[in-house]
């Protein structure tokens, strides 16, 4: 039975899936809207070593590349996430390690999927500032990018290599997913 403050998570969280995700996912992402559900390489309209589009959303806060075209010549992680995705706090820090692991050479760039009717640039602020990132963040209020990438849970990540195209797709977060991201980021730096 789910509370009103439970009720109305399920809701933001069917309300994203309903503009991100096909009706197949839907069903999928509806059974269980703030669990990870395990994380695998998976096939996306946006996967397969197509070139990533542009992102199209509104800069919150931090620091380094906010967009496809400014991250060119480093590996990028675009990160889809939203405030009431309990994965996507433990996510958060492990992605601020792997950028401070790879100096330079790798941006982090997390889209929010918030709905402006449930969040402000406050709150937006407030999860960056309380899982200590310093990447970017930016927001895709009117579902824009989710549209393109198409993600299929929250978070989803997309690793890019250095001249923008997608090699590798996280959907979900669990413990230890970032030594995946980290072998790949290495192979994609040629390391």
Not at 126 to 131: D, L, P, S, V, Y
Request: glycine share 8%; hydrophobic share 40%; net charge negative.
């Amino acid at each position: 039975m789910l509370n009103n403050a439970g009720y109305s998570r399920f809701a933001r969280a069917l309300a994203v899936c309903a503009t991100v995700v096909s009706a197949a996912s839907l069903v999928s992402c509806a059974a269980s809207p703030s669990s990870s559900g395990g994380t695998a390489d998976t096939a996306s309209p946006a996967a397969g070593g197509s070139a990533a589009k542009e992102l199209q959303a509104e800069f919150v806060t931090g620091e380094g590349p906010k967009t496809i075209a400014e991250a060119k010549g480093k590996v990028v992680i675009v990160d889809f996430w939203a405030t009431y995705c309990d994965p996507c706090r433990k996510s958060f820090p492990k992605y601020q390690e792997l950028v401070d692991q790879f100096g330079g050479d790798l941006a982090v760039i997390a889209v929010s999927v918030d709905e402006p009717g449930d969040v402000s640039v406050d709150k937006i602020k407030e999860f960056a500032k309380e899982t200590n990132v310093k990447f970017a963040v930016v927001w895709d209020k009117e579902h824009l990018t989710s549209k393109d990438y198409k993600p299929s849970k929250m978070p989803t990540s997309f690793v890019l290599d250095k001249e923008g195209n997608i090699r590798h797709t996280h959907a979900g977060y669990e413990s230890g997913e970032e030594d995946k991201i980290a072998e790949e980021v290495k192979t994609l730096l040629g390391k």
